[in-house]
């Protein structure tokens, strides 16, 4: 953590209107601060930034800087050599990024943001799953932003298939939002990387989340989504995906569903390639498929599991298994149990039944 990156940030906040010209500025920010009484000479401020660097002092941010201490927050700026040149080339560039976990992560390739409906349902659910299990198991990255729904079931994925993955915040790094997804958070923050734009104690808003959804595109080099509504703020992080000229992927869905309507029109307008897995993605990207990931075995089945296995359409509960099969409700089960075990189908968190081949 450095005093001089939290004065700047404060001073500035996030997602500067004139970003990009700061950082092609490559002043320093404790040379800022040492001259904040006259930032007129440098052309690359606003008034209004002119006016907050003359008026913020150091010493004033020290209980700021102590919670950064005891949070084991670092920070990195835009004039550092390790600072990702993904993010210096858009136009409201970040300043200041504080992290926890390893910022070389982001450097790394094919790296592909896995976004979608925080009110996804199981059929969404398990899609996230196995596109991130694809792409940790074929050496992507997985970003996203920690949110509920898909964005913080890619990145639990990604950790239990051995990826690497970064969560993009839109709150301060001692802040956990939403509050459930605490533990995982604090679990990337280890063997992984959190990064937001916000110091400790800065405000946020429900706008910190828009402007976070174009950090999640620029530090992509791929964006795949996964269950869009129409009006879906995973659209918003699209539009800045084409403006970085990104490739951009969709799941494709039924027509009768809204929590595939967004992302339907991705694919009718051109937008988005349209994808099944997450292997495809990275063959795009140029990289290469490995062998021997582990299939799903062959199993033999008597005429009733069969039969249970055939009527399951999507993502399915248990009361619709019934009536579909006409079959009794202890029968099913007890079939659903030992299809399960037997790996052909999943049941996801929602209680919905999908099958796995």
Known sequence: MDKYDIWLSFVLGACCPNGK????SNIKPQVLYETRNDWSIYGCFTSKQVKR???IELESLNEICKLHNDNDIKSINYTDKSFPDKFKNISQAPIILFYKGNIEILNRPYAVAVIGSRQCNGEGERTAQLISADISQHGGVVISGLAQGIDSIANRVCVENGGKTVAILGVPLNEYYPKTNQ???ELLAKDHLVISEYPCGQRYYATSFVQRNRLIAAASDAVCVIQATHNSGSLITVNKAIEYEKAVFTVPGSIFS???EGSNELLTEGIANAVTNGKQIIEYLGGEISDGIKENESYDLDPMAK??????DG???TGNIIRKSKMGRGVVKA????LEIDGLIFRTESGEY???K
Do not use: H, N, W
Request: aromatic share 10%; net charge positive; with cysteine.
């Open 315 to 317: 993502a399915m509960f």
């Open 258 to 260: 809204p929590f595939y």
């Open 307 to 312: 039969s249970i296995l055939e009527c399951i």
């Open 354 to 356: 999908i099958r796995t």
């Open 183 to 185: 533990k995982l958070q």
């Open 335 to 338: 079939i659903l149990t030992q």
């Open 53 to 55: 660097a003359a008026k």
């Open 21 to 24: 010209g700061i950082v092609d």
